[in-house]
């Protein structure tokens, strides 16, 4: 499954935007969390959206730009 790679400048927006991935079809049992404290600096969020459509990705994309997240696909 196509994923979406997002660091999250804060971990609050990233917090933010996983409330709304649930809303868009994104599989929550799969949603991949990098905490700030695993981060170096200790700051931000790094998130992998699985993502079953190209229509979810389009979501995820505009909802994690929305949230100032630098934004990185990936294929699985």
């Keep these: 499954m196509p994923r979406v790679i997002a660091f999250f400048p804060s971990?609050?927006?990233?917090?933010?935007?996983?409330?709304?991935?649930?809303?868009?079809?994104?599989?929550?049992?799969q949603l991949g969390v990098t905490p700030p404290e695993q981060i170096e600096g200790g700051q931000g969020m790094l998130l992998s959206i699985p993502c079953?459509?190209?229509?979810?990705?389009?979501?995820?994309?505009?909802?994690?730009?929305?949230?100032?997240a630098r934004i990185h696909r990936q294929k699985a």
């Design 52 to 68: 079953p459509t190209l229509e979810v990705i389009n979501r995820v994309e505009s909802i994690c730009r929305t949230y100032g």
């Design 11 to 29: 971990s609050s927006l990233g917090n933010l935007a996983i409330q709304l991935f649930a809303q868009v079809g994104v599989p929550s049992d």
